[in-house]
C-alpha cells in the first residue's frame, strides 16, 4: 500500500511566489519522522527539511517550511519567494518509528517549474 | 569531511554480466541505505544495512540482487546477471543512528545494461 502520496505531479510557479507541494503519508505508529527531499536535473538528492512527529512547531529552514497537520497526516512544503534555481524534483519521504530500526521510503515525488 | 562516496558513478554492462556498486558512507555512520531509481519515478527502497547485518530487505528483488555492509570497508550491492529492466540510477544514503534526522545521499550510480 502506498504510504506517501504526492498527488500533484508537475507544478509551476512564477518567480518570488509562494507554493505548495503536498504530501500525505500513512502511517499506525505514534513516532514518525518526516522529510522533503530536493532533485534537480543533475540528479543528487539534496536534504530540505525534517519534522518529527512530536514536534509541536512546524519545521523551517530558510525559505522553506513544513505544513504540518498531524490529524489529517499531511506534511506539505512551502517554498517562500520562489527562484529559477528552485525548478526540481521534490519528495516526501518518512520514517516509521523514531525508535525503531525502520526504513525511509519515499514518494512519488512533484516536478516543480519556476517560470521568469 | 567527505560525503557519502558511490562509485563507479557510471556503470555500463552486457546482459548476464555482474554490475557491483560501492558505497562508503560519511565517517561515522553505520547505518547504510540503498534505493533504487528509475527513469522519471521517485526512489524505491531497496535495503537498510548496519555494520554486518541486514536490517531490512524487504525492498530487494528476491534473485540476482545482493547487499553486504562489511565491518571494514564500503558497502557492496551487487547484481548478477544483469537484465535491461536493472538499468536505473542506485542510490546509496547513510546515517550516523537509526533514527537520524537526516538521511546523507551518494551521488548514486547510473546502471546502463545493453
Known amino acids: 500500500a502506498q504510504k506517501i502520496t504526492q498527488t500533484q505531479p ?3 510557479v512564477q518567480e518570488k511566489e509562494a507554493v505548495t507541494l503536498d504530501c500525505t503519508y500513512d502511517t499506525s505508529d505514534q513516532s514518525y519522522g518526516l522529510f ?3 532533485q534537480p536535473s543533475s540528479g543528487e538528492m539534496i536534504f530540505l527539511i525534517y519534522q518529527g512527529s512530536y514536534d509541536e512547531q512546524n519545521a523551517t529552514e530558510g525559505r522553506y517550511s513544513l505544513n504540518f497537520q498531524k490529524a489529517r497526516k499531511s506534511a506539505n512544503l512551502v517554498i517562500s519567494a520562489s527562484q529559477l534555481g528552485d525548478s526540481a524534483m521534490y519528495f516526501c519521504a518518512m520514517r516509521e518509528g ?10 512519488p515525488g512533484t516536478s516543480l ?4 | 569531511n567527505a560525503g557519502v562516496m558511490q562509485n563507479p558513478r ?8 555482474e554490475a557491483r556498486l560501492r558505497c562508503s558512507p560519511m565517517k561515522g555512520h553505520s547505518h ?4 533504487r531509481q528509475l527513469p522519471e519515478e521517485g526512489l524505491k527502497f531497496m535495503v537498510y544495512l548496519q555494520k554486518e547485518n541486514i536490517i531490512d530487505e524487504s525492498g530487494m528483488p528476491k534473485e540476482r540482487f545482493s547487499a553486504e555492509f562489511p565491518k571494514e570497508g564500503p558497502s557492496i550491492l551487487r547484481i548478477q546477471q544483469v537484465v535491461r529492466g536493472d538499468s536505473a ?4 544514503a547513510s546515517s550516523p543512528f537509526a533514527t ?3 538521511l546523507f545521499f551518494g551521488s548514486g550510480t547510473q546502471l546502463s545494461v545493453l
Open chain 2, 89 to 92: 540510477a542506485y542510490f546509496c
Open chain 1, 36 to 38: 522533503w527531499y530536493k
Open chain 1, 10 to 12: 508537475g507544478m509551476f
Open chain 2, 10 to 17: 557510471h556503470l555500463v554492462r552486457r546482459r548476464g554480466q
Open chain 2, 32 to 35: 547504510v541505505y540503498w534505493y
Open chain 1, 98 to 107: 523514531q525508535t525503531s530500526y525502520d526504513k525511509v521510503i519515499f514518494g
Open chain 2, 100 to 102: 537520524n534526522e537526516k
Open chain 1, 113 to 116: 517549474s519556476v517560470i521568469p
